[in-house]
């Protein structure tokens, strides 16, 4: 089974420059989280999908970043425009479905660097 | 608000047994997950606690108590490749929502 596809692997940017992620979820699942994950601290969720539907984004700073899945595969996360305590890992993860217990499955993310 | 705490680095010889407590406060729980991630690797899950108790998985125990809003994670047989970061993560609506800890970073000496 391949694993969730994300990419650029690494990216520098300007502050006040725009840049996106994309993501690829494994096959058939339905559920699609991103995750920001700051040097030294565990990964913090900004949205959920459920299909091509947001279930949670309460915590994505609306202002600057925005996300979607339009056809329910694969997602892309935007940044515009980026702001130095945006630099993070932004980790994407998958799922079968809402109430899976046994984990979700991650990307191997995208390190941002704004400078 | 929601927090999770856990020790910010335990190390540890080869061979030894590593316990990474896990405390956590948040609103809404259904289960405490743990998730090991290598340097510039993605977390990887490792296990899953709904009920209190101990769930065995090879050399990786995890432990919970709902009535103290505690778990543990239990690495036994420590070999070097177990040097990584630790998540403890609260899952806070059935699958929907994980909130993760600061992590515990694991280092395995010889």
């Known amino acids: 089974e391949a694993g969730v596809a994300q990419s650029p692997r690494y990216k520098i940017i300007e502050k006040r420059q725009s840049v996106a992620f994309w993501c690829n979820p494994i096959s058939g699942h339905a559920t699609l989280y991103w995750y920001q994950q700051i040097l030294g601290q565990g990964p913090k969720l900004l949205i959920q999908?459920?299909?091509?539907?947001?279930?949670?984004d309460s915590q994505l700073p609306k202002d600057r970043f925005s996300a979607e899945r339009l056809k329910g595969v694969d997602s892309t996360l935007k940044i515009q425009p980026a702001k130095l305590e945006d630099s993070a890992v932004y980790l994407c993860a998958s799922s079968f479905n809402q109430g899976q217990v046994a984990g979700y499955t991650f990307g191997s993310g995208t390190r941002l660097t704004v400078v | 608000g929601q927090s999770l705490e856990q020790p910010s680095e335990v190390t540890a010889v080869e061979g030894a047994i590593v316990q990474i407590n896990c405390t956590y406060q948040?609103?809404?729980?259904?289960?405490l997950s743990w998730y090991q991630q290598h340097d510039g690797g993605a977390p990887t899950f490792l296990s899953y606690?709904?009920?209190?108790g101990l769930e065995e998985t090879g050399r990786f125990s995890s432990f919970l108590s709902r009535s103290d809003s505690y778990g543990y994670l239990l690495l036994q047989e420590l070999q070097m490749k177990d040097s990584a970061s630790y998540f403890c993560a609260v899952d806070r609506a059935a699958g929907n929502k994980l909130t993760f800890g600061g992590g515990t970073r694991v280092l395995v000496k010889p």
């Open positions: 948040t609103s809404g729980f259904y289960g």
């Open positions: 606690n709904a009920l209190d």
């Open positions: 999908f459920q299909n091509n539907g947001v279930v949670d």
